[in-house]
């Protein structure tokens, strides 16, 4: 069975880096997509980015320039980092498989980040 | 960037009440439409894609429909373990989400 698990701080302070891993059981990282949605207080959800297979990837615009994912294929894990973050940037993060670039079909638990002071 | 337009915001309903869930597509996606449940104090799960087919040990009384630009989620019969988040995610360009809906027992 396929399963992903966050890890990573729950509380950064503004204008600090925010740094999340993934680590996948159950399947190659090595194959398929992996993405990082995040979901705001009132719900909103927004995708983050993915890393693809082959280690490509792909950042939402309005992320482009803060974010960053990478990955350790000896550890079937991949990472999040994003700079600079804003209380704006307060959310849960989800990692997710993102099934051959369209649907989200396995998720890990979630973790909740807050940017404060 | 396309736009999700979901709504009802929030719904309040009886078990075994039909409900129904709306998605507006700003533009054309084709079926390439998604449907997740987020129960409380879980992650989202997949219940339909493609519009219309159903992910694997969703039950039967969800289905979905498509009428253009519009999709719709149906539930036939709710039932108390039902009751949750509704998002719709569009797969045709990027990938962006609906608002939410929280759907409640009356």
């Known amino acids: 069975e396929v399963q992903l698990q966050e890890s990573g701080p729950g509380l950064v302070k503004p204008s600090q880096s925010l740094s999340l891993t993934c680590s996948v059981t159950?399947?190659?990282?090595?194959?398929?997509?992996w993405g990082w949605i995040r979901k705001f207080p009132g719900n909103k959800m927004e995708w983050m980015g993915y890393?693809?297979?082959?280690?490509?990837?792909s950042y939402n615009p309005s992320l482009k320039s803060r974010i960053s994912i990478t990955r350790d294929t000896s550890k079937n894990q991949f990472f999040l980092q994003l700079n600079s973050v804003t209380t704006e940037d307060t959310a849960t993060y989800y990692c997710?498989?993102?099934?051959?670039?369209?649907?989200?079909?396995?998720w890990g638990q979630g973790v909740m980040v807050t940017v404060s002071s | 960037d396309i736009q999700m337009t979901q709504s009802p915001a929030s719904l309040s309903a009886s078990l075994e009440e039909i409900v129904t869930i709306t998605c507006q597509a700003s533009?054309?996606?084709?079926?390439?439409l998604a449907w997740y449940q987020q129960k409380p104090g879980k992650s989202p799960q997949l219940l339909i894609y493609?519009?219309?087919s159903l992910a694997d040990g969703v039950p039967s009384r969800f289905s979905g429909s498509r009428s253009g630009t519009q999709y719709s989620l149906k539930i036939s019969r709710l039932q108390v373990e039902d009751i949750g988040i509704y998002y719709c995610?569009?797969?045709?360009?990027?990938?962006?989400f609906g608002g939410g809906t929280k759907l409640e027992l009356k």
């Open positions: 997710a498989r993102q099934l051959y670039l369209r649907y989200f079909d396995y």
């Open positions: 890393i693809s297979y082959s280690g490509s990837t």
């Open positions: 493609g519009a219309t």
């Open positions: 533009q054309d996606i084709g079926n390439w």
């Open positions: 995610q569009q797969a045709s360009s990027a990938w962006t």
């Open positions: 159950g399947y190659s990282i090595t194959s398929n997509y």
